[in-house]
């Protein structure tokens, strides 16, 4: 599948995404230029209908940006932007300048204080809060979910690290809210966490396979015993395990992609989580054993990688977390068979 | 990366209509089959049912309808495939014809050969094997050493197959085989078509499996002669027509719904009162469930237009046969009843056919080493 987006994309990443980019961003220095390339391009658009600055692709297109940053390891809150936009724009809130990031779902309390909107509560493990202006999150008033754009600059951050030296900070909130700033959810979408997953998923994606192409090219490269190491059987059998599981993360991450705005995607996003975070693990691991001591060094770039992906595997929901979701919903679901159960799964009706 | 590229299969996929239709005819159909028949589903042999399918135009969809088919898309062929090996059915009375060697012989054969053969396979009626391994060459095909030679009016056939199933029922073999020499490793050989019926000298005889059950069969050729016409597509090209034939054997729903009917007896036990660990592994086979069935879909799609998705197809069995073969030992981990060949406890008794059958399913149709070195070669591994 050709797309303009995702290779103006491609083209920026190559350019200015690099390893010591993304190992100034691990030591907190938040790469501003870049965000501004990327705003200049209108990236952090793209999940946003056309009319409120997007580019009028396929959801399932503009998400595919996230596995390009993914493959990049591009050290920026570019998915949670974009959903952040698309979640405010859904609600009818208006689109806010800068970058943003999203929390998951009803760890806030929201309540009518006097006229006005109160928001109070703790919400971990924020991406990238410290560098972003705005959080977006969910949280219920009177039984009804609502979606909140919170200024960064009014709540309390106390920065935290994810493996990869991300910035997952924990955040305290206790602030009035005006009309501009919370609105009922327009649908659940699976909330927060759902939309989350998404993102990981396909950013998982990309970086797997980034992975696996600096593991063939240093199997391809490296000699021992007078010849290449991908000469031996061993070698290429973990390649080939790789490249499967690889493309089973990328796929279950685009099934999800698009389902996106579908009653599917309950469980499709289940299924993406859990699968591209169990390739995951097996990625990393004979992405590492492949590259041998070299690898686990902190010079060389592998690092930034499998780091991601296995922070990744726990946020918005671990896949123990989404396995149970998913499980519950095959053993409890009124289907006459589990076959038919799957096949339900996938299936594409209208979300009303 | 385009080896690990899946595109998603095209929108209106489902063909729902088609699959409540599959659905209805297969509840009549197979109304009286136990859940330890419907586990041998693919193993199942029934030219009744073979024809019963076929009269409802679900035998050869994707044939053009000159030749007798439907000129249906491999999509909908795929949710027809599907739902049969979802339930359980006996489909392999039709299954190779319609899954490889009908559109073999559609790409490849001659007006007469199509006008022969492929209505017959559309109506259900031609049970076809497949004449490729020998005693001395497994993974290693291109190792054949069944000799085809030219004599008049035809070719004078020596050599032993092995492995061929369903050899002893079936009405035809397209085998493979040297019809000449070449310092190209894959040169020289080429595919015949052998009516099994019809020719002499072939002696075919049955190698039970571990299971105790008859599919494989030996098929010795002894001064076996065939005639001009049998030849199969162009003399010297069967390397490259057998390789254009395995994106179609490798990538179906075959490749991991082997183990599907004790998938359906564990979530039946499981659906009463489940734990939370046992539900969590049950969300996780559901996830690479769901996940094979996008990407079998999607190579369904890819050979929809035209092309040859051969390195994704192996990928797809390569997951698949993990998948299917790590059933019994999930089924174990969750549920404690032992295995009891025949038993009449229904759970017991799928396990015990399943547990058995598992081995063969990363052999069959391509050994997982050769998968792997075939997706190695294709990721660039110089």
Request: hydrophobic share 45%.
């Amino acid at each position: 599948m050709e797309s303009m987006i995702h290779d103006m994309a491609e083209r920026l990443f190559r350019d200015h995404v690099h390893h010591r980019l993304r190992a100034d961003a691990a030591a907190g220095q938040c790469p501003e230029t870049l965000w501004t390339r990327i705003e200049e391009a209108g990236l952090h658009m793209a999940l946003v209908p056309e009319e409120a600055g997007g580019f009028g692709v396929p959801a399932a297109e503009a998400l595919g940006l996230v596995r390009v940053a993914g493959a990049h390891g591009l050290p920026l809150p570019l998915a949670e932007t974009l959903i952040a936009n698309a979640v405010l724009a859904g609600a009818g809130l208006a689109l806010p300048r800068g970058r943003l990031t999203i929390a998951e779902d009803a760890a806030l309390r929201l309540e009518r204080r006097g006229g006005a909107l109160h928001a109070s509560g703790h919400l971990a493990m924020v991406p990238f809060a410290r560098w972003a202006d705005r959080i977006v999150t969910i949280a219920a008033l009177d039984g009804v979910n609502h979606v909140l754009s919170l200024p960064v600059k009014d709540l309390t951050v106390t920065p935290a690290q994810d493996l990869a030296g991300m910035p997952r900070d924990d955040v305290a909130v206790d602030l009035a809210l005006t009309d501009a700033d919370a609105a009922p959810a327009y649908r659940s979408m699976g909330g927060m966490r759902g939309l989350g997953a998404l993102v990981r998923s396909l950013a998982t994606a990309g970086a797997l396979e980034t992975i696996l192409r600096m593991s063939v090219e240093y199997a391809n490269d490296r000699v021992q015993f007078g010849r290449p190491i991908g000469k031996f059987q061993s070698i290429q059998q973990y390649l080939a395990t790789m490249a499967g599981e690889t493309a089973a993360a990328r796929a279950a991450a685009e099934m999800a992609a698009g389902s996106y705005d579908t009653a599917a995607f309950a469980l499709t996003v289940a299924a993406a989580k859990s699968r591209s975070g169990e390739a995951a693990q097996t990625v990393g691991a004979l992405a590492h054993q492949i590259h041998g001591a070299i690898g686990y060094t902190e010079e060389h770039a592998l690092h930034h990688f499998t780091k991601r992906i296995w922070s990744w595997q726990d946020e918005f929901g671990t896949e123990l977390d989404w396995n149970r979701e998913l499980g519950r919903a095959a053993l409890s679901s009124p289907h006459d068979t589990f076959w038919h159960f799957i096949t339900d799964s996938t299936a594409q009706g209208v979300l009303t | 990366m385009t080896l690990t590229a899946f595109p998603p299969p095209p929108s209106g996929a489902d063909h729902n209509d088609l699959r409540q239709e599959v659905r209805a005819f297969l509840a009549e159909e197979l109304a009286d089959f136990s859940p330890e028949k419907r586990a041998k589903s693919w193993n199942g042999f029934s030219r009744d049912f073979s024809r019963k399918l076929a009269q409802r135009g679900w035998v050869g969809m994707t044939f053009p309808e000159e030749y007798g088919g439907h000129a249906r898309s491999a999509l909908e062929r795929y949710v027809v495939s599907e739902e049969l090996l979802a339930a359980g059915a006996p489909v392999i009375a039709h299954w190779i014809a319609d899954r490889q060697s009908g559109p073999l012989i559609l790409a490849k054969g001659t007006e007469e050969q199509k006008r022969a053969i492929v209505p017959r396979i559309a109506a259900g009626e031609l049970c076809f094997c497949i004449g490729m391994s020998e005693p001395d060459c497994g993974s290693d095909l291109a190792a054949t050493r069944t000799v085809a030679t030219e004599v008049e009016g035809g070719f004078r056939v020596n050599g032993t197959k092995v492995w061929t199933t369903y050899a002893h029922v079936a009405d035809y073999m397209i085998l493979f085989c040297r019809t000449g020499k070449s310092d190209d490793r894959h040169g020289g050989m080429s595919q015949l078509l052998v009516d099994l019926k019809a020719t002499k000298n072939i002696q075919i005889s049955p190698i039970i499996d571990m299971a105790g059950e008859h599919h494989f069969n030996q098929v010795i050729f002894d001064d076996t002669f065939l005639p001009s016409d049998a030849l199969l597509g162009e003399k010297g090209e069967g390397w490259s027509q057998v390789m254009s034939e395995l994106a179609f054997e490798r990538s179906g729903p075959e490749r991991f719904l082997s183990s599907f009917a004790l998938i359906e007896e564990l979530i039946r036990l499981l659906r009463q009162d489940a734990t939370e660990a046992q539900q969590a592994e049950i969300g996780r086979l559901s996830a690479h469930l769901m996940v094979l069935r996008q990407m079998s879909r999607s190579v369904a799609g890819m050979l929809n237009v035209g092309k040859n998705p051969a390195l994704q197809a192996a990928i797809v069995k390569d997951l698949g046969a993990l998948f299917e073969q790590d059933i019994p030992r999930l089924a174990r981990s969750l549920i404690s009843r032992p295995a009891v060949p025949g038993g009449r406890d229904s759970y017991a008794a799928v396990l015990a056919y399943t547990e058995l059958a598992v081995p063969s399913f990363s052999l069959r149709g391509g050994t997982r080493e050769i998968l792997r070195g075939i997706i190695a070669r294709g990721l660039g591994l110089r």
